[in-house]
């Protein structure tokens, strides 16, 4: 009887959903209809799934026809920027719903006194940059060519100007949204404050974004590069790193990470605003640490950079992020790292997985722009920086899906026991690196949620995106 009442449902699902892709048929061109955009997605497990059928609007206006078709005919959907969040139905969605493609929408442009650029959703962050390069303005935008802007900037953002300008998020300055009634709003300072400040947040609680504002900042050549080392050196790097982060924390010039894994080398990435590094001692002990490779190199563009770092994430692998965040302490990333190993020894040497800790210091400079921006995660300047952490994990078909992530899981629960056990603990929970299972709006402050809430309902008072718009994160 259960079953039958579902193939029931199943059924008439599936009706709903041809009625909406055939609803598409009449009113788009099928140069809009089923497009096939390479790499739309970064990770095979969001390839892998298969919608009803995909729509590319041309216009604010197109998403709304197409948002107001999907809600009436009470169809699930997803939305695709650039396709980079790992986790299956991020931005792709099994039959019968169906995906608003964001592909198309695509350009930047510059205003008048090119004091803002003008971009839309479904362009990666490389060819922003290659369009404001030649005005010699930059954006605080993704630290990947590859990522989407519309996921980037919809969950925080962390750029090379972030530690003197905090979050991307806090330099949009206006935004035009489609809401879930189909009417296009604008949100700004000016013209509905209220959603202008829980867009900072929004994921995919308030309205689909077709163009963001973004402040233009003179930009500059930089240095920068990636250092490769033996593991024996761990320790040592991971001091430096809080070394660099003490010194550096003020300036806004600088920023480092540390990546460590299932590797034989780890690696340590410099950028710094600047030609050079003679004018500063920030990088000393990080560079004092003897290396086996070296690309750190002086009077490159932000492109230089990028390219190097795309090429060490490779597209099309299963993929999982996952994130914590605490209190900077050498010794806890190191053991974090040495339990990442027994965790992962049955999987030793496999050659389909890597898995890696990317740590980076989010600096006190960088918290005290947010905290001026009235940023909604709400991290205080007062308690110093913070060591966010991204373990991300790729592998190939050859391993169980469900061993890997569930190892994943445990090393995260580790580090959150251990760092609750050593007083590092900070609960805040960077929504572009979490996991499905991870709840990011449960991180913030309790007043900031509530703000939160308030204007999804004056936004969405049916709570149709709650229920059609599975991805995403919710509040
Ligand atoms: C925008 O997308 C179109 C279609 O995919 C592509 O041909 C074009 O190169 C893209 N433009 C930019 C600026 O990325
Ligand atoms: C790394 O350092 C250890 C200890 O000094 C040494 O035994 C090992 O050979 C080194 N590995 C490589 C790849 O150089
Ligand atoms: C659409 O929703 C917004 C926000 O709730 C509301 O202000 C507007 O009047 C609605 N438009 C229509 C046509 O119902």
């Keep these: 009887m259960v079953r039958k009442l579902q193939s029931v449902a199943t059924l008439l699902s599936l009706l709903v959903s041809s009625w909406t892709c055939n609803a598409f048929r009449n009113q788009f061109q099928a140069a809009q209809l089923d497009v096939t955009i390479p790499n739309a997605y970064f990770s095979a497990d969001e390839s892998n799934i298969t919608p009803s059928c995909r729509i590319n609007p041309t216009s604010a206006e197109e998403v709304a026809q197409v948002l107001t078709t999907t809600t009436q005919l009470g169809c699930q959907f997803a939305v695709r920027s650039g396709g980079h969040m790992p986790w299956a139905g991020a931005a792709n969605i099994e039959q019968p719903g169906v995906v608003i493609d964001l592909g198309f929408l695509n350009s930047t442009t510059l205003s008048a006194d090119k004091s803002l650029a003008h971009v839309q959703p479904g362009s990666r962050w490389g060819p922003v940059y290659d369009t404001l390069a030649p005005e010699d303005l930059v954006v605080l935008g993704g630290r990947s060519r590859s990522v989407g802007v519309g996921g980037f900037l919809l969950g925080g953002g962390i750029s090379f100007y972030s530690p003197a300008d905090g979050f991307a998020s806090n330099n949009v300055m206006g935004y035009q949204i489609v809401l879930a009634n189909g009417t296009i709003v604008e949100a700004n300072s000016e013209e509905n404050p209220d959603l202008f400040w829980a867009m900072r947040l929004g994921s995919t609680n308030f309205g689909i974004v077709t163009r963001y504002d973004l402040k233009t900042i003179p930009s500059t050549k930089l240095w920068g590069g990636i250092r490769s080392y033996n593991r024996s050196h761990a320790l040592e790097a991971a001091q430096a790193l809080l070394d660099f982060d003490q010194k550096s924390g003020q300036l806004g010039l600088d920023s480092a ?8 080398e780890f690696f340590i990435n410099v950028d710094h605003i600047g030609a050079n590094i003679d004018d500063t001692d920030v990088f000393d002990s ?4 003897p290396f086996t490779s070296d690309t750190t190199r002086e009077d490159v563009t932000l492109n230089n950079i990028l390219e190097e770092i795309d090429a060490l994430f490779p597209s099309g692998r299963h993929l999982s992020f996952r994130t914590i965040a605490f209190k900077p302490d050498a010794q806890f990333m190191v053991d974090f790292w040495q339990q990442g190993l027994k965790i992962f020894e049955p999987l030793q040497g496999n050659p389909d997985l890597t898995w890696t800790f990317a740590f980076t210091p989010v600096p006190v400079s960088l918290l005290k722009a947010a905290e001026q921006a009235d940023d909604p995660y709400g991290i205080s300047a007062d308690d110093g920086s913070v060591m966010l952490t991204n373990l991300n994990a790729f592998w190939g078909d050859s ?28 609960k ?40 059609l718009w599975p991805g995403g994160f919710k509040i």
Excluded: C, F, H
């Design 399 to 426: 391993l169980d899906e469900n061993d890997v992530q569930s190892k994943l899981a445990e090393l995260i629960e580790w580090g959150n026991t251990e760092s609750q056990a050593r007083g590092l603990a900070n």
């Design 286 to 289: 990080l560079l004092d640490i």
């Design 428 to 467: 805040w929970i960077y929504l572009n690196y979490a996991s499905p299972d991870m709840k990011p709006y449960e991180s913030i402050p309790e007043a900031n949620l509530q703000r939160l809430k308030d204007v999804r309902q004056s936004v969405d008072p049916d709570s149709v995106l709650q229920s």
């Design 257 to 264: 990470g540390l990546d460590i894994g299932s590797s034989d």
